[in-house]
């Protein structure tokens, strides 16, 4: 048995996932926890670690489950292959990826990064650059900016902010 990599359709990593197990095929899909803005609010969400690609393990002998029905699965746009061979993975980067997947748990990778250059796009500050500090856990965020020479700390909401670059 080896790992294999499907590629899957856009944003349909989970569909295929799903749709491969109840095939009873073994599948593995490294996902990371995310911050994101929804409706002005930051919210946790878990991305695939490799948008459009999930894990597959497959056997070699005839009497294996196929790889026909794979690329026929919903979600999936194809195996990935290497000329006509099927792109094999090393069992221990899956090892790997599973042990991260245990260490990192619930730290989500975060929206904004402290000490991030940062551009203020609402409010009497629009287009002032700042400096971004932390999230002050009230649904806003803690900048800092230079007024009248000096830095000054405000305290904004999320939405108000985009990355500079």
């Known amino acids: 048995m080896h790992w294999h990599v499907v590629h899957t359709k856009p944003r349909q990593e989970r569909c295929a996932l799903l749709n ?3 095939q009873g095929y073994e599948c593995y899909l490294p996902v990371i926890a995310v911050e994101k803005l929804r ?10 670690l490799f948008p459009r690609y999930l894990f597959i393990r497959l056997g070699s002998s005839t ?11 919903k979600g999936v746009s194809r195996l990935v292959t290497f000329g006509s061979e099927p792109a094999k ?26 000490g991030e250059r940062v551009l203020i796009t609402q409010g009497p500050f629009a287009g002032v650059e700042a400096i971004y500090q932390m999230s002050d856990g009230e649904s806003r965020v803690m900048v800092l900016i ?16 985009r990355k500079v670059g």
Request: no cysteine; proline share 9%; aromatic share 4%.
């Open 20 to 22: 491969l197990e109840q």
């Open 39 to 48: 409706q002005g609010v930051l919210t946790l969400a878990e991305e695939p």
């Open 63 to 73: 009497s294996d489950k196929g790889w026909g029905p794979i690329r026929s699965t």
């Open 89 to 114: 993975v090393d069992e221990r980067l899956i090892a790997q990826l599973r042990a991260r997947d245990r260490q990192v748990g619930e730290q989500p990778r975060r929206l904004f990064e402290p």
């Open 146 to 161: 230079e007024l009248l020479s000096k830095p000054v700390q405000l305290g904004l909401a999320p939405t108000r902010l």
